[in-house]
Nanobody, 117 residues
Framework: QLQAFGGGLVQAGDSLRLSCAGS????????IGWFRQVPGKERKFVAS????????YYADSVKGRFAISRDNAKNTVYLQMNSLKPEDTAVYYC????????????WGQGTLVTVSS
């Protein structure tokens, strides 16, 4: 089970770090992805990290501003968000998968990020 936390209200240009905490001994076996959703719109991919942390992927809209990392000893994945923009406002979710050939699942509860202009 995953739980995302760390959201809050910040101003444009600020930074925020989200955490995705997992339980179970197999957490380190899964790739973890961050997604975000604005009410009334579909959930969109933000970033993902492979099980080892060696490979990371980003949506074009966040590339160069966000950084995903993981600490498998702590069963936690982080999303460092810098230079935040109002359009980054959304509920952020994390999810996992054990293969590139299956969709992300086991969605945790989201955490709200609000960026004011």
């Amino acid at each position: 089970q995953l739980q995302a936390f760390g959201g809050g209200l910040v101003q444009a240009g600020d930074s925020l770090r989200l955490s995705c905490a997992g339980s179970g001994r197999t957490f380190s076996s899964y790739a973890i992805g961050w997604f975000r959703q604005v009410p009334g719109k579909e959930r969109k991919f933000v970033a993902s990290v492979s099980w080892s942390g060696a490979n990371t992927y980003y949506a074009d809209s966040v590339k160069g501003r966000f950084a995903i990392s993981r600490d498998n000893a702590k069963n936690t994945v982080y999303l460092q968000m810098n230079s935040l923009k109002p359009e980054d406002t959304a509920v952020y979710y994390c999810a996992l998968r054990n293969s590139d050939y299956v969709p992300f699942g086991s969605w945790g509860q989201g955490t709200l990020v609000t960026v004011s202009s």
